[in-house]
């Protein structure tokens, strides 16, 4: 077993930590606090191939694998989640093109979004539906040459600054099977009867835009639909493994930043006339951050190289990574507050934005309950 990451990605991850750290981390409060989309901060990402790094170089993308994803993903978010997610998920939605689009979609869309002048987004989540997509009811139906859409999409990630979206929608209704009959079709924000209303007040990576889309009788050509007619939620599934993978990374970053803070702020904090970093107390939680945050990187890096080998599916790893990393992300963060004392309190320090970035890690890509009920059926052989 090789444990080493190659010279290329030690490479690439000292660049996005220099990137991170000249460019994220001064500013990162700032966007935190007006909730402002960090348009300034994509250009200079887009110049240094971060943005959609999954895109293939023929595509003008980066053609980055999964596990170099990771890395640059564990790298952003360590120096601030909210701006990291803006840069890493600029292109979300893509993965459906790339995998099962026509060359005539891939030529138009994916171009754009690798080169930071277009956004994406993947629009599954409703209202009424959140973990459970087999529910999904924004409904498309053929009428003539075109796709009539209407429905509501709820939480969609780049809702508001996307310039289009993969919808997951419903086609036959009268399909057999829970998971049959849903569609992924591409939805341009600039179609009639397309409207995103951005929400606001998020407990956190504030920077990162979020929005409702509302579609009335949005008409798009038939060539939007993306694979095959009548699959969609099938092939939305086939990317969990690699998009938990990198939820996963995201924990990671998290808790990588919040016990490189708290290392560095228990040697400067003084109390008693040493510093607090000599209490055993204060030892042991340091030691059990830097243990978990080594434990999820391996998991998550395992998971990441096993969806790059393409061997069987690794979707029971892949929650277990997920699970376990923005498990460890959300107590990372909790003891870097209670490390920082009253000042882990106040957005003075970055303690107090990764407490509440952490959270999101627990939600978003299938809660924590939904990775442990998919290690369960894994482990009992039950599938989906
Ligand atoms: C900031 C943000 C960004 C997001 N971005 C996107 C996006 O880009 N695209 C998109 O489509 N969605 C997005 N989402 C939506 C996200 O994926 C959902 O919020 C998530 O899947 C949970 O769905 P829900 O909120 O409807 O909760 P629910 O499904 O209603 O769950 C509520 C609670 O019940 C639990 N629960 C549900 N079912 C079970 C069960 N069978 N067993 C045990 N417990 C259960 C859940 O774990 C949770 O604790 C985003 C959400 C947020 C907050």
Redesign the pocket.
């Known amino acids: 077993m090789d444990f080493e990451p190659s010279e290329t990605q030690e490479q690439l991850r000292s660049e996005v930590r220099r990137f991170a750290n000249n460019e994220i981390r001064p500013v990162a409060t700032e966007y935190d606090r007006a909730e402002k989309y960090p348009w300034d901060v994509l250009e200079e990402g887009a110049e240094m191939g971060l943005l959609a790094p999954q895109i293939p170089i023929e595509y003008g993308g980066a053609g980055y694998d999964v596990l170099d994803t990771a890395i640059i993903i564990e790298e952003l978010f360590a120096a601030d989640p909210g701006i990291g997610f803006c840069l890493s998920a600029s292109g979300?939605g893509t993965e459906a093109i790339i995998e099962y689009g026509t060359d005539a979609q891939k030529e138009e869309f994916l171009p754009p979004v690798a080169a930071g002048e277009a956004i994406s987004?993947?629009?599954?989540?409703e209202p009424d539906?959140?973990?459970?997509v087999s529910s999904v009811s924004t409904r498309a139906e053929k009428d003539g040459d075109e796709w009539v859409i209407n429905g509501t999409?709820m939480?969609?990630?780049n809702g508001s600054v996307g310039d289009f979206f993969v919808v997951l929608c419903k086609t036959d209704p009268e399909a057999d099977g829970r998971y049959n009959g849903f569609s992924q079709i591409i939805v341009e924000a600039d179609r009639d009867g397309f409207e995103a209303e951005k929400i606001t007040g998020?407990l956190g990576?504030r920077a990162s835009d979020?929005a409702e889309l509302l579609l009335d009788d949005v008409r798009v050509p038939e060539e939007n639909l993306v694979g095959t007619e009548g699959m969609g939620f099938l092939q939305q599934m086939q990317f969990f493994d690699a998009t938990r993978t990198g939820v996963a990374a995201q924990g990671v970053g998290i808790a990588k930043g919040a016990a490189e803070r708290a290392l560095e702020y228990s040697q400067e904090r003084e109390q008693f006339g040493q510093p607090i970093g000599d209490f055993q107390a204060i030892q042991h939680k340091l030691a059990d951050m830097h243990t978990e945050l080594e434990a999820a990187r391996q998991l998550t890096y395992k998971s990441a190289w096993e969806v790059d080998s393409g061997g069987s599916p690794n979707t029971k790893l892949a929650s277990m990574a997920k699970e376990y990393a923005s498990r460890i992300a959300v107590e990372a963060a909790n003891e870097c507050v209670q490390i920082h004392g009253g000042s882990g309190y106040v957005d003075d320090f970055d303690a107090e934005r990764l407490y509440r970035d952490a959270k999101?890690t627990q939600?978003?890509?299938?809660?924590?309950?939904?990775q442990k009920?998919i290690i369960a059926r894994e482990l009992q052989g039950k599938g989906l």
Not at 121 to 125: Q, V
Not at 129 to 132: E, N
């Open positions: 979300f987004g993947a629009a599954i989540s539906v959140g973990s459970d999409k939480w969609i990630s998020k990576i979020t999101i939600i978003y890509e299938g809660t924590t309950e939904i009920m």
